[in-house]
Each structure stands twice: as C-alpha cells, then as structure tokens.
C-alpha cells in the first residue's frame, strides 16, 4: 500500500460512492414524497441506456413497447381530461423513437424521456391504487410495507423483461467526453461527478427553497392536510417519479460506457444505494449522499484487502445504522 | 405452449409410429443460459431434418423430443422425469451443471442412459451408481486448466495470479487452476475474487499488480470477464492475461474491443476450425457440422455449443445402431436402455467437433486435453489459432 495504491483507491471509492449516491437521492426523494422504496430504480437505470444502444443499433427497443401499454393501463385508469397527459406522451414518445433511429443525440433524448414516461406510468398503475385504497378520511393508503412489495415485485419482473428485451450480455455506448483528467479519472467519469453534485444541490434547493417542492414534503406527510390546501398527492407522486426516473435516466447514460450496461446489473447498484439511503434515515439527502460516498469508499478498500468477503462486509454497514437510526426515532414508523 | 404442443405432437407421432426411437432432449433455450441452450436445440433440430430425410436408424424412425427447462434446475429435472416416463430410449442435456447434476438421480433411478452438455466434472466423476448412467461431451474446466498451464509452462512463466467469479464457476476454475499450477511447479502468488454484477474492480486489480505475476488467469465467463482485464490493462499491467474458455463467444468481442487485444485462452478446437492443421483429426467433422448449421441458420451463426450437441449425437449413433442388434425396445424397453448404456460407454476413438471421444469404465468423458483443446489469442478483433498441443 503505498501512496499511488492509496490514491487510486481512494479516487475509485469517491466514483462509484457518487453513483450510489445519485441513486439514493432519487430513492430518498421518491420515500419522502410517495412512501414507496423504489427498488426497481436499478432496472429504470439500465434501461436507458440499453434503449440508446437499441436504437443507435436501429431498432425499437422493447422498453417502448412496454412503457405505452403502462401508459395505455394509465389512460383507462384516468377520466376525462386526465386522459390527455398518458395519450399525448405515449404518441409523442412513439414518434420521438422512430426519428431517433441512426441518430445519436435525438437517441439520447429519447432515451431519457422513455424511462421519465416508465417511471410515471409505472406509479400511476401500479403505486398510485395501492395508497389511494383507503377509505376517506384516513391519511395513509397501503402500509410502507405493501409498497415495498409491491416495489420487490416490479424489480423481479423489470429485470426479467429486460433480459427479454435486451439479451443476457453487456453493451458499450461511446462516451460523452474520451480521455482522462488525472490517472485514474477520465473526464467521462469527472462528468458524471458534476451531474451528481449538480443533482444533490438541486434537489437540496427544490425541497428547501422553492414552494412546490415544500408542496411535495406535505403531500407525503399528510394527505387530508396536502389536499385541504390544494395539493394533489396523485400529482406529487407522479412529479417525484418523474425526477427519480430522470436521474436514474441520466445517471445509467452518463455511466454506461464506464461500467457496460447490461440487463442485471442495476440491482446492485440500487440495493448499495438503498444502504446509503438508509444510512440518512430515508429522510435526509445531504447524509444519504455523503454516506453513499462512504460506502463507496469502504467497498473500494475491502476490495483490496479482501476481495471475496466484499459484498458481505459492504451489506453488514447496514447493521450499525440500522441500529443507530432505531435508537434514534422518536415514534413508531409503519 | 410450445411444451403443449411438443407434447401433443409428441403423442400424435407416438400412436401413428410405433417403433420409434424416441430420445429425450433438455435444453436451456430461455433464461440465462439461452446462448448456450438456442444453438444446441437448434442442431437437434438439423439432426431431425437429415434423419427424416435418411430414414433414421437401421430402418427406425428417431424423434427428438426437445423440452425446454429455462435454465432451471428444478424445471430440468421436472423434464427429464415426464421424458423418461414417455419412453425415451436416452436423454440428452443440459447446459448447465447444476441442472443437469440434478438430472443425474432421475436417470439413474429409470436406468435411462444420459448424455450431458455442461463442463462440470462432477456431472461425470467418480463413476458410482448413479454416474454409472451419465456420460457428457464438453470439456471439463480442469482439462482447459490443463491446457492453460501447458501453454504457460511453454512460455516460461513462473509466478502467476488469478481473478475470478465469486460463484461455483469461480471459484471451480481456481480449484482446479491451483492443483495444475502446483502440479506443474508454478507459483500462485495471488488470488482474488469479483461479482457478476461488479461495476468496479479497481482494489483487486491493484492487488494482483502489486504482486508483479508474469500472468494473469481471469476465471469469468461472458462480457462481465471484460471488465478486469480492461481494469488490468488501465492500470498499467503488462504481462499475459489468459481467459477461460466461458468467454469465447462474439459479445465478449464486441464489449472489449481493443483491450481484449491479445488475450490468450483455451477453446474446444472448433473456434478456429479452418485455421487447424488438417491433421487434427477434429478438422474435418467440424468444417462438416458448420457447413450443415450454416446451410439452415445463416453465416456465422454456429457456435461452439451447438457443436457439443452435434458430439452426442457422433456418439448417440453409432451406440444405437450396435445396441439395436443386442435388443429390441418394443419388446423390452428397459434390457434395450441398458444395452444402449453399454454401447455408449463401448464408444472407441469417435472423431467429433471437440475432440476424440474414448469412453471406458472409469471415464465417461474420454477426451485428452492435446485432442480438446488448443491455444486461441485474440487478434484483431478475431480468434487466431496460437497453439496446438499434439
């Protein structure tokens, strides 16, 4: 271990620490608002750039396929003029993939707008139901828990329709930028953490600052409350999956051609993201990322030292925070 | 519904044609084992072709009852049970060694001769009662080690390192790589393990540098074995880096581009096969089996499983037409599948795709690594035969 080793580690620990944690603000924000833990943000990750390497190929991905029969599940499920956002995305989308064929940067737009349409289909189907089960006068739908299945039941059947989709190997778009700034970052990988400053600083501003992201806050603690000031919780839900979906868009576009993107390899990812988050409560973004950042860091080391106990000795980080956060709450958490 | 209507044919055939042989074939053609399952059901398919147009076996027709198992044990073994009740005469399959170690048990308790497509060794050895039944076709990851470290010690390598899957395929290659290395005098001076999904190998890659190996085995299969030899190549190694044979398939081409550019690894001598001396007796077979899976599927589209498929069949033959001398299976179904199972571990010096195939009492694989197994080094882009070991 000398001081080039401990450099190299250290730089690698601070660029994946900054993907787990572009994850588990998405993850954070859509607990906050939705109550749900997006579990299946792994595959939405992966999706968009499997669709890029798909349509740079020429050809429709599946993914389209299947957002628009979510969005078609979404129109029936809405009346009246609520009809007209699924419709109009869904046609829009369609024509949007079949000019994007052979071009890279229309791909990339669509891409990105394929997984945003996903994300807010696949809560307005799925989720949305589910918390507005309840009958008036109660605050809260499904249980945390419920959702949380829900969310484990998405991830198994994202996972395998991407298999379907897009085969069992790994796929290498181009990068944005070539080259490398210092040895041991490349200016692909320097981007990607600008974006995630970017996004944590955003979203810290969104939620803090400006009125419709306190507007979101309220929608996830109190229902009846949101609604009596005019805030429509459907509507709060679907904005935070259309942010989660976007970054996550983002996120596996910018990393695809460092890390090769294949069908499978979103999970991790997110579950590693999952332990970060869960390292700042689900609740707080600044602490959800530096603590992804950690876990980079301590995965990045154990590597070294010891590589075939890695994933134990990252997942066992969960216990002591768990702990720490169950020593810490005031009340009782569904 | 294609299982349905496997199922109803498969009835339909049987009331019409008595007399048929049927052999019962698993595959993986859905699941994570698709690429290899797809190509070998495709060549059963071809097999069936050429025989209906022949006429089958000795005046027997012979069908091919393909089930799928989707690359799940439990699936596999469902299969290979309703087959076996359906009257197969053998069963061939599957892809993968943990599915077909649990196919094992059906055979033996059936007495129904088998014929394995995966690489594990346990599939095969030792030959107690139950693996007194299964025989199999591809070669075992401890024949390529072989290989792999004949090439080293050709090459005067003395201290080597290792990185591979932190599964049973990993973790398998490093047993075997290690008892080789050792047999051999060489050093293993470190070992280090990755996940499939890993999207990051830095710390082990800078570990196995620190060691200063002169080679570097990397024990992964697919496009996720790209990942440590790009990481490797980053950092700054400069010496050999070897691959096993799980990676020799176009994708791991196309993922790794120029930093797969000299990789050296071993593989079934089918890879390469017009690249090979024309006294390498798997030459011809093999230019004969692509040429057949071309005419039907397209250019370019055989693949080195599908030629494990083709091997049972070399052997399946033969064995049938011998045992349909000794018995008959309309009378007798069971004295026939044993007289099969005979006839099959009689197989002597039978030229395949991958090899020569000698079975014997002790050996249900009956290759040797110089007939199995040659050096490929990737160039350009392409497969390029380095090294044959006859």
Known sequence: ?334 | MKRALALVTFLALAALAQGALKVGVVVSATGPAASLGIPERNTFLLIQEMLDRQGGVAGRKVEFVILDDASDTTQAVRSTRRLVEEGAVAIVGTATTPASLGMIPVVAEAKVPMISLAAGKEIIHPVDAQRFWVFKTPQTEELMARAIVADMVARGVKRVGYIGFNDAYGEGWARYFEAELKAKGLQLVVSERYNRTDTSVTGQALRLIARRPDAILIGASGTPAVLPQRTLKERGYRGLIYQTHGVANPDFLRVGGKDVEGTLLPAGPILVAEQLPSTFPPKRVALDYIQRYEAKYGIGSYSTFGAHAWDTWLILRPALERALKKADPDKDLAAFRAALRDEIEATKGVVGTHGVFTFTKEDHLGLRFEDAAVMVRVENGRWKLERVFR
């Open chain 1, 1 to 334: 271990m000398d001081a080039t080793i401990l450099g190299l580690l250290l730089l690698d620990g601070v660029q994946n620490g900054v993907i787990y944690g572009l994850l588990a603000l998405a993850m954070v924000l859509v607990f906050a608002v939705t109550r749900v833990i997006l579990v299946p943000i792994g595959e939405l990750m992966m999706f968009a750039p499997l669709s890029f390497v798909w349509l740079q190929g020429g050809k429709l991905p599946g993914t389209l396929w299947l957002a628009l029969a979510l969005g078609a599940l979404w129109a029936l499920l809405e009346r009246g003029r609520g009809r007209g956002l699924p419709l109009v995305g869904g046609a829009g989308l369609l024509l949007l993939f079949l000019l994007a064929r052979g071009s890279p940067a229309l791909a990339y737009l669509a891409a990105l707008l394929l997984v945003v349409y996903l994300g807010v289909a696949t809560y307005r189907v799925f989720f949305q139901p589910m918390r507005a089960a309840s009958p008036e006068g109660e605050h809260r739908g499904a249980t945390v828990l419920a959702l949380l299945i829900m969310a484990v039941g998405l991830h198994v059947a994202y996972q395998g329709l991407g298999l379907v989709f897009f085969g069992p190997e790994q796929f290498r778009p181009d990068p944005l930028l070539q080259g490398e700034v210092v040895v041991g970052l490349t200016w692909q990988g320097a981007l990607v953490l600008a974006f995630a400053l970017l996004s944590a600083a955003a979203l810290y501003l969104f939620f803090r600052r400006s009125l419709f992201g306190k507007a979101l806050l309220a929608a996830a603690e109190n229902r009846l409350g949101a609604r009596l000031c005019g805030i429509r919780p459907e509507e709060a839900g679907m904005v935070a999956f259309a942010i989660a979906g976007l970054m996550a868009a983002l996120s596996g576009l910018l990393l695809a051609p460092l890390i090769n993107a294949a069908y499978f390899m979103g999970f991790m990812l997110g579950l590693k993201a999952f332990v970060a988050a869960i390292l700042g409560g689900l609740v707080s973004y600044p602490v959800a990322f530096f603590g992804a950042v950690l876990v980079g860091l301590f995965e990045s080391f154990t590597s070294f030292y010891a590589s075939a106990y890695k994933e134990a000795l990252v997942f066992l980080l969960l216990v002591p925070a768990l702990f720490y956060q169950s020593l810490r709450a005031k009340g009782v958490e569904e």
